[in-house]
């Protein structure tokens, strides 16, 4: 206590300070274990000393001696690091004062462990997540390390789980079984991408050190935090998942469904990109920077062409190919990018690659805003959106806008020091412990309101199919109708057919109808195109005869009254046709309207040939007279015998046509044997044998309809 009264100099006064913040230090009880060092090391650095480590860890916070560049010797317990600097564990040196250094660097820490009593004398060291290789040494040995250093580099950037390393005592051991040494990091941290803050580098956390037992015990609560805190992550890919392998057998159900298709590379690229970088699986950063960018192109280029489809956009033609371009562009520089990012580690020429990386980054997110302008589109032309496509309207313009500003904000941010980026990766809310942030709900909004269209969409047309095969059925039965499933009687004469579409129903046609005065008409034509259009043809040109027959006999006229009622009725369309009159007796007039000529016996018959049916309405007909004789085998068949084709692109062609028929077949063998070399068309065949005139002679086996 000072004497009352008593005025000392300002000297005297920080003097008497001094002696009593000293006297205060001195008065200061020993550290806990594991707070602060309390002993020197041979290097004159001081220790870290954890005195009485039993079941818990210690961490290894620091601070550490840290110092750029790189020397084999610096792993040796004796150099001495006194003079490097320090820096903590729980930050990377970005953030301590060296932004945006890459390349080699050391951490040193002296350690002084004391276990507790009864406990081993070995101790596990625990290290996290190192940016990007790093070994580690302890008491000058190598213990361990992740990746290989350059000159050729390996590392693992989306690897970010902690390794247990073992620290055995050695030589150094304490008769009091105290374990010291000294723990030497070696770090090597690749060029910077463009989209690289600067502000990472070395550790990403700090190491802790404890029993073998409790260390192992701490890294499976690690393990357990990091699977929780990502469990809304992992769950939205799994619905991802689910969705693309579904889409994925629906299409492999129905290949026709390129919708599918495109779903399952939207809903498919997120998962392996998944496997790529979210696993913790080490794969080499190479192999993951060269997949990445190609798998974001293909789920940009799925998403637009469902949006095509959903949007009812598919009409544009024009949209169509701007679409097809720039999905060839988008691709081209994710690869490009990629193949530039698996080269980052190139010295002296990595600031070119940084620079080519940032010019294929603005390239590659330009084009990913291809959903803003389908969006617009459809809006703009007042699409009828129902509340599915709506749906998908809300959810593919937040999610593009969200996946531009998500890529575009990062660019550059070292230098713009811009934190839109990692604001945007903030948690909004938290489920148990894991993150839900703003990319997350519209990536999941997104995928939601795809799946609901989609559905929806495949309902609609499951509907319409149903429709068109019911009206398919009614066309199928109407042509069954129109084409005769038993052929007539016809004196002197045996008649087979055969009628066979390439499709469920057909544009050929062939009619026998009974005349007066023992006269029979036979007509065999052929509609141009397939499926039901050249079915309604068929049915209007069967009618017309129908009705013709009534007024007229000659084969000639037929054609002529039939081509005049056609025209203009065909939809530009038109037809072949071929048309006998025989009698009894073998006589035969016939009249052609472009249609092939009949085979008689092995010889294709001279017919006077005119323009098909439908084109030209003054057009007039001629007719041809022919005498068969008893057993004369007459061929009429339609152009899809002589185009049949097989899997090589070969025709059936003249002359096979002209060897089947020498053998005189009948009317199914001969279309059989076309539709075995390859069926490309409609084919219908229709024979006649000339038999003694009193024989009404017909062979029904032969006749065969296939629908």
Same mark, same amino acid.
């Given at each position: 206590?000072?004497?009352?009264?008593?005025?000392?100099?300002?000297?005297?006064?920080?003097?008497?300070?001094?002696?009593?913040?000293?006297?205060?230090?001195?008065?200061?009880?020993?550290?806990?274990?594991?707070?602060?060092?309390?002993?020197?090391?041979?290097?004159?650095?001081?220790?870290?000393?954890?005195?009485?480590?039993?079941?818990?860890?210690?961490?290894?916070?620091?601070?550490?001696?840290?110092?750029?560049?790189?020397?084999?010797?610096?792993?040796?317990?004796?150099?001495?690091?006194?003079?490097?600097?320090?820096?903590?564990?729980?930050?990377?040196?970005?953030?301590?004062?060296?932004?945006?250094?890459?390349?080699?660097?050391?951490?040193?820490?002296?350690?002084?462990?004391?276990?507790?009593?009864?406990?081993?004398?070995?101790?596990?060291?625990?290290?996290?997540?190192?940016?990007?290789?790093?070994?580690?040494?302890?008491?000058?040995?190598?213990?361990?390390?992740?990746?290989?250093?350059?000159?050729?580099?390996?590392?693992?950037?989306?690897?970010?789980?902690?390794?247990?390393?073992?620290?055995?005592?050695?030589?150094?051991?304490?008769?009091?079984?105290?374990?010291?040494?000294?723990?030497?990091?070696?770090?090597?941290?690749?060029?910077?991408?463009?989209?690289?803050?600067?502000?990472?580098?070395?550790?990403?956390?700090?190491?802790?050190?404890?029993?073998?037992?409790?260390?192992?015990?701490?890294?499976?609560?690690?393990?357990?935090?990091?699977?929780?805190?990502?469990?809304?992550?992992?769950?939205?890919?799994?619905?991802?998942?689910?969705?693309?392998?579904?889409?994925?057998?629906?299409?492999?159900?129905?290949?026709?469904?390129?919708?599918?298709?495109?779903?399952?590379?939207?809903?498919?690229?997120?998962?392996?990109?998944?496997?790529?970088?979210?696993?913790?699986?080490?794969?080499?950063?190479?192999?993951?920077?060269?997949?990445?960018?190609?798998?974001?192109?293909?789920?940009?280029?799925?998403?637009?062409?469902?949006?095509?489809?959903?949007?009812?956009?598919?009409?544009?033609?024009?949209?169509?190919?701007?679409?097809?371009?720039?999905?060839?562009?988008?691709?081209?520089?994710?690869?490009?990018?990629?193949?530039?990012?698996?080269?980052?580690?190139?010295?002296?020429?990595?600031?070119?690659?940084?620079?080519?990386?940032?010019?294929?980054?603005?390239?590659?997110?330009?084009?990913?805003?291809?959903?803003?302008?389908?969006?617009? $589109? !459809?809006? #703009?032309? &007042?699409?009828?959106?129902? +509340?599915? /496509?709506?749906?998908? *309207?809300?959810?593919?313009? =937040?999610? @593009?806008?969200?996946?531009?500003?998500?890529?575009?904000?990062?660019?550059?941010?070292?230098?713009?020091?811009?934190? $839109? !980026?990692? #604001?945007? &990766?903030?948690?909004?809310? +938290?489920? /148990?412990?894991?993150? *839900?942030?703003?990319?997350? =709900?519209? @990536?999941?909004?997104?995928?939601?309101?795809?799946?609901?269209?989609?559905?929806?969409?495949?309902?609609?047309?499951?509907?319409?199919?149903?429709?068109?095969?019911?009206?398919?059925?009614?066309?199928?039965?109407?042509?069954?109708?129109?084409?005769?499933?038993?052929?007539?009687?016809?004196?002197?004469?045996?008649?087979?057919?055969?009628?066979?579409?390439?499709?469920?129903?057909?544009?050929?046609?062939?009619?026998?109808?009974?005349?007066?005065?023992?006269?029979?008409?036979?007509?065999?034509?052929?509609?141009?195109?397939?499926?039901?259009?050249?079915?309604?043809?068929?049915?209007?040109?069967?009618?017309?005869?129908?009705?013709?027959?009534?007024?007229?006999?000659?084969?000639?006229?037929?054609?002529?009254?039939?081509?005049?009622?056609?025209?203009?009725?065909?939809?530009?369309?038109?037809?072949?046709?071929?048309?006998?009159?025989?009698?009894?007796?073998?006589?035969?007039?016939?009249?052609?309207?472009?249609?092939?000529?009949?085979?008689?016996?092995?010889?294709?018959?001279?017919?006077?040939?005119?323009?098909?049916?439908?084109?030209?309405?003054?057009?007039?007909?001629?007719?041809?007279?022919?005498?068969?004789?008893?057993?004369?085998?007459?061929?009429?068949?339609?152009?899809?015998?002589?185009?049949?084709?097989?899997?090589?692109?070969?025709?059936?062609?003249?002359?096979?046509?002209?060897?089947?028929?020498?053998?005189?077949?009948?009317?199914?063998?001969?279309?059989?044997?076309?539709?075995?070399?390859?069926?490309?068309?409609?084919?219908?065949?229709?024979?006649?044998?000339?038999?003694?005139?009193?024989?009404?002679?017909?062979?029904?086996?032969?006749?065969?309809?296939?629908?």
């Amino acid at each position: 206590m000072l004497p009352p009264g008593w005025r000392p100099s300002h000297s005297r006064c920080l003097s008497a300070l001094l002696l009593y913040v000293v006297s205060l230090l001195v008065a200061l009880p020993e550290p806990s274990a594991g707070q602060a060092p309390t002993a020197s090391s041979p290097t004159s650095s001081t220790a870290t000393l954890i005195e009485g480590l039993g079941k818990a860890v210690a961490p290894l916070d620091g601070p550490w001696q840290f110092h750029l560049g790189d020397d084999p010797l610096w792993a040796s317990p004796s150099f001495d690091d006194s003079q490097w600097e320090k820096q903590m564990a729980q930050r990377p040196w970005g953030e301590q004062g060296h932004p945006s250094y890459t390349g080699f660097a050391w951490y040193r820490l002296h350690l002084s462990l004391n276990p507790a009593s009864g406990n081993r004398s070995d101790f596990g060291l625990l290290v996290p997540h190192l940016d990007d290789i790093y070994e580690v040494y302890w008491n000058g040995r190598s213990i361990g390390r992740s990746g290989r250093f350059p000159p050729s580099p390996i590392w693992y950037r989306s690897s970010d789980e902690p390794t247990i390393y073992t620290l055995s005592p050695g030589t150094t051991q304490s008769p009091e079984r105290e374990l010291q040494g000294t723990i030497a990091i070696r770090v090597w941290k690749a060029p910077l991408l463009s989209d690289d803050s600067g502000h990472s580098g070395g550790f990403e956390g700090a190491p802790v050190v404890g029993s073998p037992d409790s260390v192992a015990a701490y890294k499976t609560t690690l393990d357990y935090q990091w699977l929780r805190s990502n469990l809304v992550s992992f769950s939205e890919y799994l619905l991802y998942g689910i969705a693309g392998f579904l889409s994925f057998l629906s299409w492999l159900r129905d290949r026709q469904q390129r919708t599918l298709l495109w779903m399952t590379g939207f809903a498919l690229s997120p998962l392996v990109r998944l496997v790529l970088y979210g696993l913790r699986i080490a794969w080499p950063v190479g192999l993951s920077n060269a997949l990445g960018p190609p798998l974001s192109s293909i789920r940009d280029i799925s998403l637009w062409f469902l949006l095509l489809w959903l949007l009812h956009l598919g009409d544009n033609q024009s949209l169509i190919r701007l679409i097809r371009r720039v999905a060839i562009v988008s691709m081209s520089v994710a690869v490009l990018d990629g193949l530039v990012s698996m080269l980052d580690a190139s010295v002296g020429w990595f600031w070119l690659i940084q620079i080519a990386d940032a010019v294929l980054t603005g390239i590659y997110f330009i084009t990913a805003a291809m959903p803003l302008l389908l969006v617009a $589109l !459809a809006i #703009k032309q &007042r699409r009828r959106l129902d +509340l599915a /496509r709506r749906l998908v *309207v809300i959810a593919a313009f =937040l999610s @593009g806008m969200m996946q531009v500003v998500q890529g575009l904000a990062p660019q550059g941010s070292r230098f713009t020091h811009w934190t $839109l !980026a990692n #604001k945007l &990766r903030e948690p909004i809310f +938290l489920i /148990r412990g894991s993150a *839900v942030s703003l990319p997350t =709900l519209t @990536g999941t909004f997104l995928l939601v309101a795809l799946v609901y269209a989609i559905y929806r969409t495949s309902m609609e047309d499951r509907r319409r199919r149903s429709l068109l095969d019911h009206e398919m059925s009614s066309a199928r039965e109407l042509q069954q109708v129109l084409i005769p499933e038993t052929v007539p009687s016809v004196r002197g004469f045996a008649i087979t057919s055969s009628y066979r579409p390439a499709l469920e129903v057909g544009g050929d046609f062939f009619q026998i109808i009974p005349l007066d005065d023992d006269f029979t008409l036979v007509i065999l034509g052929d509609v141009s195109g397939k499926g039901i259009k050249a079915a309604i043809a068929v049915s209007l040109i069967v009618g017309l005869v129908r009705v013709l027959v009534e007024t007229t006999q000659s084969p000639a006229q037929l054609l002529t009254e039939l081509n005049q009622r056609l025209c203009g009725r065909l939809r530009g369309g038109f037809a072949t046709c071929l048309t006998l009159r025989v009698d009894p007796h073998g006589n035969c007039l016939i009249a052609s309207a472009g249609h092939p000529p009949p085979y008689l016996n092995d010889q294709e018959l001279e017919v006077s040939g005119s323009f098909p049916l439908g084109l030209f309405p003054a057009v007039a007909y001629e007719e041809s007279w022919l005498r068969l004789q008893i057993n004369d085998h007459l061929a009429l068949y339609t152009d899809g015998l002589l185009e049949a084709r097989n899997k090589t692109g070969e025709i059936y062609g003249f002359d096979r046509v002209r060897e089947l028929f020498a053998t005189l077949p009948d009317a199914a063998r001969a279309t059989e044997a076309a539709v075995l070399f390859g069926q490309d068309d409609d084919i219908t065949v229709v024979t006649l044998v000339h038999v003694p005139s009193g024989e009404k002679s017909t062979d029904l086996s032969a006749i065969s309809l296939n629908f």
